[in-house]
């Protein structure tokens, strides 16, 4: 860690070295991407509903205390413990003794960004409670022992051959199958077991509703849910942004949500939970870490608006190029670049840097954080801080790095399409340092002509 | 950590930006056949789908699956073969080996197939997620053209649980090719009757 703010330059080096993999994971989040664009055209008020989203988050955090304190009002009302942590130990501690309450040792969990920001399940199992990720893509990199590399497609930088070769290390599943129905229908059979056999289950929470006290949680496998119904206790951890103030503001987030995340029109299921089964306890945990400060930070607090969607990782020519791990952060991608430098400036201060500027993030982002623009202001920040200048170096080399490689310059249908796809740096916008003539990256130094038609016979 | 919650809401009260107003969600509304748009959507999210004029067409589906010797919950009352007291209580490991069960959806969305299903008509909330195959059985009239319709048809809170269904469970965390069968059903069935 002699110099933390290179830390994504280099681990991006890293992922091109394999180039084949790395364009892999470019055209495939690219193709996610497209499926979002289709999915966002079909719908005539797709930018109303943008606004919308904007409006009623931005209306919640101009509201936030108040909202927080009707929402504990109504959950309690509702049978729901609810509980308020400062920061990641005080929620692990929290869980914990909810744990060691009922004696639970086997906990299943459904996808929550929020128990990675706060490291639970390293922990838990440091005080032998054994948690399993649920979600297929996080149960596969569980037990690899890596992070998830994508808030939405936890398991994205990994081919079928590395899931088989997974899965018959840990579930003695036939060496080489690699037939992506077998592999799930594996993992089914083995994770079914655990959610019967669990003592308890947690949940992250896609929104939570004031004006109910209840939560909603969204998901495609149905892990969430069976992991709750099938257990006594049910623990719900959630950052305090997650809050909205109506239930038919769910109308409009989740119009938005699945769109922008895969394409879906919705997630199969957007589960409701307001009360506990019979016989059954839930509890609630609102997590504060930082969040309080970034509300504080006026050119920032528009982060907390975020839906999680991941749209502005799928259509980032840096992120498709350098892979979530480069990012070092439970959240990666363009707004991970954002909420990190908030916990950590020093650790962090290399990620706003990792960004070409040139909006595409902010263009897709279903609740209009304007993404690239904090980011060039997180830049402002760092370099005023003494926490750049290393960075900025970096991601000068970082851009000759990831995104000049020739290698990977296919032609595309369509110049706009090339450009919007591989040269975004290329892009003329205010905040793109790119585009001015002394930063220019050293690949293209011939004319763009003779390099672009060179590499077209890399074809 | 009683401290933590009045430190965090003194943060936010000291932190939080000037008053935003909170806009009003409009309709949206659409015209057109609702149920053939709701029945486009339902095969788009890998579900399957069949209109009938009346409930005795459902019945017979269910006498056929009986015959085969499906294990089976039927929690619609209005159907034969009610059969929830058996299972109403049953935990996880007991219903492990369901292989279909019949619920009723309240509120059908054309724009997406997602089905309202709330906890009163579901009985067991392990029913609709433990069963390898899912029948929603709905009303055609009760199809609404989007979510906000769908919103203030329902309401939310009226028991402890509920839940949009749409589709059956998949996932495509494996090199994002789509599996349908993930955790939850393998397959969802939908009469609409009309
Ligand atoms: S910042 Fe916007 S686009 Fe990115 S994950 Fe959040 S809501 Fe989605």
Redesign the pocket.
Same mark, same amino acid.
């Given at each position: 860690m002699s110099q933390p703010a290179t830390h994504h330059n280099k681990a991006a080096a890293a992922f091109l070295k394999n180039g084949q993999r790395a364009q892999w994971h470019d055209e495939t989040l690219w193709f996610v991407r497209a499926k979002r664009d289709k999915a966002a055209h079909q719908i005539p008020e797709w930018e109303a509903l943008r606004n919308l989203g904007s409006q009623i988050k931005e209306h919640t955090l101009s509201n936030l205390d108040e909202y927080l304190l009707q929402f504990e009002a109504n959950a309690k009302k509702n049978g729901i413990k609810v509980h308020w942590a400062n920061n990641a130990a005080e929620h692990n501690q929290i869980v914990y003794e909810i744990l060691l309450h009922h004696n639970a040792v086997n906990v299943v969990k459904s996808k929550s960004m929020l128990t990675e920001e706060c490291g639970l399940n390293h922990y838990l199992a440091e005080r032998k409670i054994s948690v399993v990720d649920t979600d297929l893509g996080e149960y596969i990199v569980q037990l690899r022992n890596e992070p998830p590399s994508h808030?939405v497609l936890p398991a994205i930088h990994l081919k079928k051959e590395d899931v088989s070769n997974t899965f018959h290390k840990h579930l003695h599943t036939e060496k080489n199958n690699q037939d992506p129905v077998y592999l799930t229908r594996a993992a089914r059979q083995v994770l079914r077991k655990k959610f019967i056999t669990a003592d308890a289950a947690i949940t992250g929470v896609n929104f939570a509703v004031a004006e109910t006290g209840g939560i909603v949680v969204c998901t495609n496998e149905g892990n969430a849910d069976l992991g709750v119904h099938a257990n006594k206790v049910h623990i719900a951890c959630m950052g305090f942004e997650k809050i909205i103030p109506r239930a038919q503001d769910l109308s409009v987030f989740l119009r938005l949500l699945a769109r922008?995340a895969t394409g879906q029109p919705i997630t199969t299921y957007s589960s409701h939970f307001h009360r506990p089964k019979a016989g059954q306890e839930m509890h609630i945990v609102l997590v504060n870490n930082g969040r309080t400060e970034q509300l504080g930070r006026e050119a920032f607090r528009n982060?907390l608006? %975020?839906?999680?969607?991941?749209?502005?990782?799928n259509t980032c020519p840096v992120y498709r190029r350098s892979g979530g791990h480069s990012y070092h952060n439970s959240v990666a991608?363009?707004?991970g670049s954002i909420l990190a430098p908030n916990l950590d400036m020093r650790k962090n201060a290399d990620l706003p840097f990792a960004s070409t500027l040139c909006g595409s %993030?902010t263009n897709?982002?279903?609740?209009k954080?304007n993404?690239h623009e904090q980011l060039w202001s997180w830049r402002q920040v760092l370099m005023a801080e003494g926490y750049g200048g290393s960075a900025k170096k970096a991601s000068m080399k970082l851009m000759t790095g990831v995104l000049s490689k020739p290698a990977v310059y296919r032609l595309s249908t369509g110049m706009a399409r090339f450009f919007m796809r591989y040269l975004p740096f290329l892009v003329n916008n205010r905040l793109n340092p790119w585009y001015k003539q002394r930063d220019m990256p050293s690949a293209p130094k011939e004319s763009f002509k003779d390099w672009y038609k060179k590499n077209r016979n890399h074809e | 950590m009683s401290n933590s919650r009045e430190n965090i809401l003194a943060a936010i009260n000291a932190n939080k930006p000037a008053p935003v107003e909170l806009p009003e969600i409009p309709l949206f509304e659409r015209k057109g056949d609702l149920v053939n748009v709701f029945i486009g959507a339902l095969e788009f999210i890998g579900a399957t789908s069949v209109k009938v004029t009346s409930l005795s067409e459902v019945d017979e589906y269910l006498e056929s699956l009986q015959q085969a010797g499906t294990r089976l919950v039927n929690t619609i009352a209005e159907l034969n073969g009610y059969n929830i007291n058996a299972y109403k209580k049953a935990n996880a490991s007991e219903l492990e080996a369901l292989d279909t069960a019949f619920i009723k959806g309240r509120v059908g969305v054309a724009e997406n197939g997602a089905i309202w299903v709330s906890e009163s008509d579901m009985v067991n909330r392990l029913f609709p997620f433990i069963c390898r195959k899912l029948v929603l059985v709905i009303n055609a009239k009760d199809i609404v053209y989007n979510m906000h319709e769908a919103y203030r048809r329902i309401q939310v809170d009226e028991d402890g649980y509920g839940t949009f269904i749409a589709g059956p469970s998949k996932t495509a965390d494996i090199e994002q090719s789509l599996v349908v069968g993930a955790h939850g059903p393998l397959e969802l069935k939908v009469f609409i009757v009309s």
């Open positions: 808030i922008s982060s608006k %975020c839906i999680r969607c991941a749209a502005c990782f991608g363009p707004i %993030c897709v982002c279903p609740v954080i993404i | -």
